[in-house]
């Protein structure tokens, strides 16, 4: 419990038209966890559970190792927040926005903020209402990190920027992420945001965790295996293959646990091989909820 950040253990939390289902997450302190789902798959209200706004129905969840949301109030001193819904004053300028954050928060670090002000090419007087969005989201990011909270989330930061903005955004973070050891839980729906920045991967799917695994081990274990058929016989799946399509003598598998021996296994059957591919994080999310999908349909018609 000491080395972990955030531990949910069998949560559960019901609504009208949406269930969060035996939630359990793990993050080690330390760790940086890219948390990935499609819009409504249930990110917002795990990060909602984790950071107190709401109580779950059954399970547990600890933070920074304290009950939340029974300790909301002193894990928060420990805890730094940014969300695409964020709002700054737009009245105001960022030096005004810093010199409120300073007076909350004993923790505040002037020399990293004036460090982020210039990674992120902020100007101190100007008012808020007058920043693109990415400057916004930048403006966010150094009230939050010049803080330095023992944890950071991180709930679609990005959500709504342009690709060059979104690019520049996280670049930035992932320097910033690398200055020190930080824990960071990042929610998002874009793959290639977290695959960047993150450590750990998990996936999360109507409301269910479907895997988690750090990110070498789903990048080593998954391929996509292309297939030359003797006939136009359905294949039938062989060792740790998840997923086939098949059309004709022509084929693809997917593995989520690639073992050479599958290649010796089709090789047998006078099946030729004609690639094997690695697979980048968004084909293997996507594969994850078509398997995931599946097997809960199937369930459901038993």
Known sequence: MQ??????????????????ENVDLTLPKGQIMGFVGANGAGKSTTIRLIMGLMQ???GDVTVLGQSMPKMQTQVKQDLGYSSEEMKLYGAQNLAWHINFIKSVYPSWDDSYAKELLHRFDLNLEQKVKQF????????????????KPKLLVLDEPTTGLDPVARQEVNNELALILRDEERTVLFSSHNTADVEKI????????RGRIIDSHDKE??????RRIQLELPSELPLQPTGNVIQIEQEGRIASVISNKFDPLILEAYQQQNIKINAVENMNL???FLANVNRSRIVRTKGAQQ
């Not at 993150?198 to 799917?205: E, G, L």
């Open 56 to 58: 779950a129905d059954s």
């Open 282 to 284: 968004e084909e293997i």
């Open 217 to 222: 081990t789903y990048l080593d274990s998954w």
């Open 132 to 147: 693109s969005k990415g400057q916004h989201i930048k403006a966010q990011l150094l009230l939050v990190l010049a803080r």
């Open 198 to 205: 993150s450590d750990q991967i998990t996936f999360i799917d």
């Open 3 to 20: 080395d972990l950040a955030i531990q949910l253990q069998n949560v559960n939390k019901h609504f009208s038209y949406f269930d969060l």
